[in-house]
């Protein structure tokens, strides 16, 4: 039952967000200082060097934890990914590189790998980066507007406008006191114009716990609606020493 009423105060709560838009002579300044706020104490700049990061994320959607798919991805300095998507003890998806040279993605069709460029490599690795669409935001384009104060059961929320190109357009919701993002919600609008939803797209996210890690966190509990259906993501994380070979080859 709380989860439907969740559910309902999410979706009242997104013209309210959308119609907050007071102060504008601040537009700018206060996303950027609510976003910077919370991509420092994230402090993904400051993740060790000399190890690489291992993240292990069970997927369970609908809480039947009987089709759990295993998501599990490996970072180290100098822009080494790799991502393997694993369900029924089968690879369904997978991206790997070595941040110079060499970008793969798994063919499913074909139970193989085979080389992409690394345009479409970074494209492809945005739904699947650790550290989010606001990392670097302005790296990427991303037009960052104030939309005010709202609430959501009595907790206020300070919500952020992102427009980012080859995104849909996103409400990121933060709490004021500890500056932790709470809620995205994700419109229907594609660099400004309405597009048609595409199957995939996420209604909203929730962002329920944090992992500390080194100077900083991670995300460990996450919850999402996609295509009517509640996705329920849960992360651990480790450092382990690095393993050139998990880069370099299939």
Known sequence: MERKKLIVALMALMPVAMMAQNHR???SDSAMHVVDRYVKMLDIDH??????????TAVTTNLNTKDTIWMR????AGERHRIEV?????????LSSNGKDRFRTYRTAYESWESINSEEFNKKLQGYDFRGPLYRW?????????NGTTELKGQPLQVVKVVCPNMYT????FEPESGLLTLIFETDEWEGSKKEIRRGHIEWKIFHEFQPLT?????????FMRDGELTILRTSYHFEAVDPDIFEHD
């Open 25 to 27: 002579d601040l537009l």
């Open 47 to 56: 993740l060790p060097t000399d190890s690489m990061l291992v993240m292990e």
């Open 73 to 76: 991805r490996w970072f180290a």
């Open 86 to 94: 694993w369900n029924d003890q089968k690879m369904d998806y997978g």
């Open 138 to 146: 302005n790296e990427k384009g991303a037009q960052l507007s104030w």
């Open 170 to 173: 996103r409400y990121y919701m």
């Open 215 to 223: 100077t900083g966190m991670l995300p460990s509990l996450e919850s």
